[in-house]
């Protein structure tokens, strides 16, 4: 079962996302109202994922990101001028306003699948490797995933031991 946490400054928009998830069979854990709940859920929990937007509680999602324990998937909801500042921060999934709800849910569905570290290790890689974007880095994964009939996660786990790039 996949857990969902939700972090919005705005109770609207936390009822808002935890409706459209939960229409697409995915049930929400937990909306936290501060930060200190939400660093503490993120502590007891295992590999939850949070799902957020851009501005929480007085800081950017990628500044609370910074706090957060290893592990954890993020996917933040923003408006496309908010997702240029973010091109910095490869861990943290965007999804640019609006949202369809099965598009929500897809992301959230991926960011719990298990090999997901193993493909965000393997971009980050390449992008201090090869200067690729992250979308280039994920473009490259895929392309040598589909040329070579072999899984996303396995590609990405032989760019890690050094044998899959370039």
């Given at each position: 079962?996949?857990?969902?946490?939700?972090?919005?400054?705005?109770?609207?928009?936390?009822?808002?996302?935890?409706?459209?998830?939960?229409?697409?069979?995915?049930?929400?854990?937990?909306?936290?109202?501060?930060?200190?709940?939400?660093?503490?859920?993120?502590?007891?929990?295992?590999?939850?994922?949070?799902?957020?937007?851009?501005?929480?509680?007085?800081?950017?999602?990628?500044?609370?990101?910074?706090?957060?324990?290893?592990?954890?998937?993020?996917?933040?909801?923003?408006?496309?001028?908010?997702?240029?500042?973010?091109?910095?921060?490869?861990?943290?999934?965007?999804?640019?306003?609006?949202?369809?709800?099965?598009?929500?849910?897809?992301?959230?569905?991926?960011?719990?699948?298990?090999?997901?570290?193993?493909?965000?290790?393997?971009?980050?890689?390449?992008?201090?490797?090869?200067?690729?974007?992250?979308?280039?880095?994920?473009r490259y994964i895929q392309k040598r995933s589909m040329d070579a009939g072999r899984k996303i996660e396995e590609v990405a786990?032989?760019?890690?031991?050094?044998?899959?790039?370039?």
């Amino acid at each position: 079962m996949i857990k969902v946490i939700l972090a919005f400054s705005s109770k609207d928009a936390s009822v808002k996302i935890a409706k459209a998830l939960e229409a697409s069979g995915i049930h929400v854990f937990r909306a936290c109202g501060r930060k200190s709940e939400l660093l503490s859920l993120l502590a007891d929990e295992g590999g939850p994922v949070v799902v957020a937007g851009f501005k929480v509680w007085g800081q950017t999602i990628t500044q609370l990101y910074q706090d957060f324990p290893k592990g954890v998937a993020v996917a933040a909801i923003v408006t496309p001028e908010q997702k240029c500042l973010m091109e910095d921060c490869p861990d943290i999934f965007t999804l640019t306003t609006p949202v369809l709800h099965g598009e929500l849910a897809r992301a959230v569905e991926a960011l719990a699948r298990p090999g997901r570290c193993l493909i965000r290790d393997a971009k980050k890689i390449l992008m201090e490797r090869f200067y690729m974007s992250e979308s280039q880095a994920h473009r490259y994964i895929q392309k040598r995933s589909m040329d070579a009939g072999r899984k996303i996660e396995e590609v990405a786990k032989s760019i890690i031991e050094g044998e899959g790039a370039r």
